[in-house]
């Protein structure tokens, strides 16, 4: 089994920054992938990036390319997703997920056997 837990979530300015975090606790060395989803009110649960867990590769959707970026500090098993130039449309609870499938489709949450709680983020106009 794998815990993750979030935290860093907030209420934030358009154009402001925030970094979330997400902390790993467990069986971590069977993962393959962690990644960040978020889901808005009314909206899917979308994904946002992702990166694999033994190596610096990562993943991102196009619509926060080059705003957010995400890392790994490997001595304490944490995911930071660093974002910048927030967007009101960047609002949503944001979802750690992990999963330990090889080759997976990274966007495609039910690949994601692991989840945290959720923290949620505001973005102001």
């Known amino acids: 089994q794998v815990q993750l837990v979030e935290s860093g979530g907030g209420l934030v300015q358009a154009g402001g920054s925030l970094r979330l975090s997400c902390a790993a606790s467990?069986?971590?060395?069977?993962?393959?992938?962690l990644g960040w989803f978020r889901q808005a009110p009314g909206k899917e649960r979308e994904f946002v990036a992702g990166?694999?867990?033994?190596?610096?590769?990562?993943y991102y959707q196009d619509s926060v390319k080059g705003r957010f970026t995400i890392a790994r500090d490997n001595a304490e098993d944490i995911v930071y997703l660093q974002m910048n130039s927030l967007k009101p449309e960047d609002t949503a609870v944001y979802y750690c997920?992990?999963?330990?499938?090889?080759?997976?489709?990274?966007?495609?949450?039910?690949?994601?056997?692991?989840w945290g709680q959720g923290t949620q983020l505001t973005v102001s106009s």
């Open positions: 990166i694999r867990w033994s190596t610096t590769i990562t």
């Open positions: 467990g069986r971590t060395f069977g993962l393959y992938v």
């Open positions: 997920a992990a999963s330990e499938i090889y080759g997976l489709t990274w966007s495609r949450a039910d690949n994601y056997g692991y």
